[in-house]
């Protein structure tokens, strides 16, 4: 249920992202995580609970959708990525607060309700937290330039970048690059969903934005955090023991994605994501194996116990410190400003159409085949590799209004390709511009003080 509404949050959101301005369409996700929290907590029968999840799903669909966007489109070009991946860090950092709760109420409240009701009462804090706050942030400056409010953008350019100079040179380059891209887009590019199948460029996009998060899903992520517990249980480990382990790997994941928000602009984004799905790959070979030699229920060798428990956490880490946050980054940033709203919207339903799938058949696939039903995800790692090397062009450090002229101009296939400068075009040609502009007005203001 849960992830049923956050698909169709996660389509709501697209229009309300456009309609609503981002900040506002945040908080109608916060509110709406508030009531479904809310129906969990005093839940006095399951379809009072299933209600009460479907409603925080529509509230976590939407948020999953606008928050890397929103982030995207605050940040300077050089750490767009550091700020982006903190969603993937807060994910973590909920998920490692939300299993050690888990762990303490199911050990220490045996014979009460709030063994369940204290865990899902303190999932609304954050999301209180969250409404209340938003209003406080300005609102993106793409958002507001597609709505002709340009004297706000401006303002909040430079209440971003430069202590609320509004005469910076790097404001004032970044502002007429999106004014123009935003006077182009309202002319040639895509303004409805049917659009963005119909312009190559904006299809591209969308088409990369959706293999991404289907192929996140399938590197086997959903499999490992929703059953990797009673895999657990299944090899010999207590159950209070698989929470703990469980609170462990969250807490390599942190690791994990704070190293990803420290370097993922320096590494890039191709790379990163090329050689995490090989590595995943590794660990689900070696899994398979540890479970085709030592089948659950029928061997207590305790090292292959432990062995599992170990890949288990080398995969989490390597998921976090590259799929994970990049699945977010990369969708959040290649879009345009008309476009970016629906196709993170279309791009996010696959990711949790994806989700549900795989919770769904794990269970079935596990105990039908067993060990073999993980060659679906050795298999899947390599194949992401292979595609992301050959149509996944490198889009780090660059302004989010330079992605049209990157797919439009370069090949679908950029193995082996360089980045292409584009003349006259880029930022940081606006801003050399800017800056000489900027020392002539003083030298020329230096030499009429000369004559007088």
Known sequence: MFTAGAFFGAGAAGPLGDRLGRRGTIVTGALFFLLGGGLQTGARDIHMMWVGRLISGLGVGALC???PLYQAELAHPSIRGTVTALQQLMIGIGAFVATWVGWGCYTQLTTTSAQWRIPLAIQNIPALILAALTFMFPESPRWLGDKGRDEEMLKTLARL????????AFV????????????????????????????????RRLFLCCAIQASVQMTGVS??????????????IATQDTLKYQGISNGLAIIAQTLAMLLIDRT??????????????????????LLALFPPGESNNLSAQWGFIVVTWLYNFSFSSTCGPLSWIIVAEVFDTRTRSKGVSIATMVSFAFNTMIGQVTPEGMESVGYQ????????NITNAIFFWMFLPETARRPLEEMNELFSSESWFVAGNT??????QDLESRLQEKEHDVSADVHTENAHAGMK
């Open 268 to 289: 890039g984004r191709r790379w990163p994501l090329i050689g995490g799905n090989i590595f995943n790959s590794i660990t689900f070979i070696i899994a398979a194996v």
């Open 223 to 236: 499999a490992i955090q929703y059953y990797s517990p009673r895999i657990f249980e299944q090899i010999g």
């Open 65 to 67: 959708m606008i928050v």
């Open 161 to 168: 970048h430069s202590n609320n100079n509004v005469n910076d």
């Open 373 to 380: 039903f993980y060659f679906l995800f050795i298999v899947c």
């Open 419 to 424: 980045s292409k400068r584009y003349n006259g």
């Open 172 to 203: 004032r380059a970044e502002y007429e690059q999106i004014k123009t891209a935003v006077e182009i887009e309202h002319q040639q590019e895509a303004r409805s969903y049917m659009d963005l199948f119909r312009s190559r460029s904006s299809f």
